[in-house]
Nanobody, 119 residues
Framework: QVQLVESGGGLVQAGGSLRLSCASS????????IGWYRQAPGKQRELVAA???????NYADSVKGRFTISRDNAKNTVYLQMNSLKPEDTAVYYC?????????????WGQGTQVTVSS
């Protein structure tokens, strides 16, 4: 069973920074795509940043220029560096990975980590 474990969330003032980590129990080389999503209270889960194919990156318009997704293959870990945080970035942040095994497609989620930005 592949597991993703997020860490690094917390309480920060507006304008501050946090770095989230997503540690995988499986080599991240095997993932077709990996990314970060977030869900604020009363809202749908939305894509924040992703690495489809492991090389290119996609970002939500609301975080472009402030957030950076990166990976450390040796540590099987994906990061989300969040700078210039705003109160509207407050949400639970989830790591997601997609992979294929024996012809079946899988999409797995971590347990989430809370990010709270105070004004």
């Amino acid at each position: 069973q592949v597991q993703l474990v997020e860490s690094g969330g917390g309480l920060v003032q507006a304008g501050g920074s946090l770095r989230l980590s997503c540690a995988s129990s499986r080599s991240i080389f095997s993932f077709n795509a990996i990314g970060w999503y977030r869900q604020a209270p009363g809202k749908q889960r939305e894509l924040v940043a992703a690495m489809p194919g492991g090389v290119s990156t996609n970002y939500a318009d609301s975080v472009k220029g402030r957030f950076t997704i990166s990976r450390d293959n040796a540590k099987n870990t994906v990061y989300l560096q969040m700078n210039s945080l705003k109160p509207e970035d407050t949400a639970v942040y989830y790591c997601n990975a997609k992979y294929r095994d024996y012809g079946l497609d899988y999409s797995i989620w971590g347990q989430g980590t809370q990010v709270t930005v105070s004004s």
